[in-house]
């Protein structure tokens, strides 16, 4: 191998990239617009969720249960409503993600110590939504139930008995439960599946289809400097690219990095070869841009958002869908990438994920060499 004729080649796709607006566009704002737009855009936090109430009972118990919501930061009450068709109204034009409805006998009930039920409509459209409003409902409902026996049993001269039992809940890794830390460092993923497979999956279509391929093939440079030629300029541009979203997931979104860098760097290098390799075969036996594009998009962005655990637990998935996830190269660089973030798992813990990702690599890497011939046809 020759490293004058590899510089040349490199040359030559560099100076492709500057005079390819929209191959700079994506290589310099896609990155950190996909970071900003799942760091802003992307929540799964539930808070200030809208809620109507039908308070048929007007009481003080019944304002104070309902103060009790308002002070949760789960819950906003934003109107009280005087009839049910009112509070139908609003769930269905989705005004409204919960409507509270506090029975006309409620405070009745409660001084004669007697069990009252409140009711809660739920817009079930988005059941992931509705079943954590249905849990936080209930633990305000609870904890408005136990201070009132306790002021009932303290009334009556009667003392509480502690709880021989109880849990202490500790977050680790994410203290604040925050969803941005969960979600930006996964983003890193999706933007080199953008980067390096489709941009490189151009590379040797762009050749055929302006007639240019003939050229190379009559020259010296031997395929391996040709294709590493060719995938150099988008590893180094990958990689900037991978610093400069974790720069914006430490100092912009707050998302902590409790790990290796050099691990950080070497795993995203591994996952860079994936991806190049991938898209440099993808362009080779394409011989289309249009479809070399199309391929590298289903091959590597959709697998490394939907099947990668960036945004769904493998855990929740379907056993199928779980071991099909196995062969999905992201799913070990997503794991990487949040046991560095958030836990800081020493690099010796991480070789279950680390492995496979230098066995994907190699064995791509071996692929798009054999897959580049220097021949028409």
Same mark, same amino acid.
């Given at each position: 191998?020759?490293?004058?004729?590899?510089?040349?080649?490199?040359?030559?796709?560099?100076?492709?990239?500057?005079?390819?607006?929209?191959?700079?566009?994506?290589?310099?704002?896609?990155?950190?617009?996909?970071?900003?737009?799942?760091?802003?855009?992307?929540?799964?936090?539930?808070? @200030?969720?809208?809620?109507?109430?039908?308070? #048929?009972?007007?009481?003080?118990?019944?304002?104070?249960?309902?103060?009790?919501?308002?002070?949760?930061?789960?819950? +906003?009450?934003?109107?009280?409503?005087?009839?049910?068709?009112?509070?139908?109204?609003?769930?269905?034009?989705?005004?409204?993600?919960?409507?509270?409805?506090?029975?006309?006998?409620?405070?009745?009930?409660?001084? +004669?110590?007697?069990?009252?039920?409140?009711?809660?409509?739920?817009?079930?459209?988005?059941?992931?939504?509705?079943?954590?409003?249905?849990?936080?409902?209930?633990?305000?409902? !609870?904890?408005?139930?136990? +201070?009132?026996?306790?002021?009932?049993?303290?009334?009556?001269?009667?003392?509480?008995?502690?709880?021989?039992?109880?849990?202490?809940?500790?977050?680790?890794?994410?203290?604040?439960?925050?969803?941005?830390?969960?979600?930006?460092?996964?983003?890193?993923?999706?933007?080199?599946?953008?980067?390096?497979?489709? !941009?490189?999956?151009?590379?040797?279509? #762009?050749?055929?289809?302006?007639?240019?391929?003939?050229?190379?093939?009559?020259?010296?440079?031997?395929?391996?400097?040709?294709?590493?030629?060719?995938?150099?300029?988008?590893?180094?541009?990958?990689?900037?690219?991978?610093?400069?979203?974790? @720069?914006?997931?430490?100092?912009? *979104?707050?998302?902590?990095?409790? @790990?290796?860098?050099?691990?950080?760097? *070497?795993?995203?290098?591994?996952?860079?070869?994936?991806?190049?390799?991938?898209?440099?075969?993808?362009?080779?036996?394409? $011989?289309?841009?249009?479809?070399?594009?199309?391929?590298?998009?289903?091959?590597? *962005?959709?697998?490394?958002?939907?099947?990668?655990?960036?945004? *769904?637990?493998?855990?929740?998935?379907?056993?199928?869908?779980?071991?099909?996830?196995?062969?999905?190269?992201?799913?070990?660089?997503?794991?990487?990438?949040?046991?560095?973030? !958030? $836990?800081?798992?020493?690099?010796?813990?991480?070789?279950?994920?680390?492995?496979?990702?230098?066995?994907?690599?190699?064995?791509?890497?071996?692929?798009?060499?054999?897959?580049?011939?220097?021949?028409?046809?």
């Amino acid at each position: 191998m020759s490293f004058t004729r590899f510089l040349a080649v490199a040359r030559k796709e560099v100076v492709h990239i500057l005079r390819d607006s929209r191959g700079l566009i994506i290589v310099l704002i896609m990155p950190v617009v996909l970071v900003l737009l799942f760091g802003y855009g992307v929540s799964l936090d539930f808070k @200030g969720l809208p809620v109507y109430v039908y308070d #048929r009972d007007g009481s003080q118990q019944s304002q104070d249960l309902l103060k009790r919501f308002q002070a949760s930061e789960y819950f +906003d009450v934003v109107r009280v409503v005087n009839n049910y068709p009112a509070l139908a109204r609003v769930l269905d034009d989705g005004h409204a993600k919960m409507g509270l409805v506090i029975p006309w006998d409620f405070s009745q009930r409660l001084g +004669d110590h007697r069990p009252v039920q409140v009711q809660a409509l739920v817009d079930g459209t988005d059941d992931n939504t509705a079943n954590v409003l249905i849990g936080y409902a209930q633990a305000v409902v !609870l904890g408005y139930s136990s +201070d009132l026996q306790l002021d009932w049993l303290r009334n009556h001269g009667q003392f509480a008995q502690p709880a021989l039992i109880s849990v202490e809940t500790r977050t680790w890794y994410n203290e604040d439960l925050e969803s941005s830390a969960f979600i930006v460092p996964g983003v890193l993923a999706l933007v080199m599946s953008v980067i390096g497979a489709f !941009l490189t999956s151009l590379t040797i279509a #762009r050749e055929w289809e302006r007639g240019t391929m003939e050229q190379l093939i009559s020259t010296p440079v031997t395929p391996v400097e040709i294709m590493l030629g060719k995938l150099a300029p988008y590893f180094a541009m990958g990689l900037f690219d991978v610093i400069v979203c974790a @720069g914006i997931a430490v100092y912009w *979104f707050h998302v902590p990095f409790r @790990g290796s860098f050099q691990t950080f760097l *070497f795993s995203s290098a591994m996952f860079l070869v994936v991806v190049l390799s991938l898209g440099f075969y993808v362009s080779v036996i394409a $011989k289309n841009q249009l479809t070399a594009s199309q391929i590298s998009l289903l091959a590597t *962005f959709l697998p490394a958002f939907l099947l990668s655990g960036f945004l *769904f637990s493998i855990e929740q998935m379907p056993i199928v869908l779980q071991w099909i996830t196995r062969i999905v190269p992201a799913r070990y660089y997503v794991s990487v990438l949040k046991k560095i973030f !958030l $836990k800081g798992t020493p690099t010796s813990l991480l070789y279950t994920d680390l492995v496979p990702l230098a066995l994907f690599a190699l064995a791509l890497a071996l692929l798009a060499t054999a897959s580049f011939h220097k021949r028409l046809g």
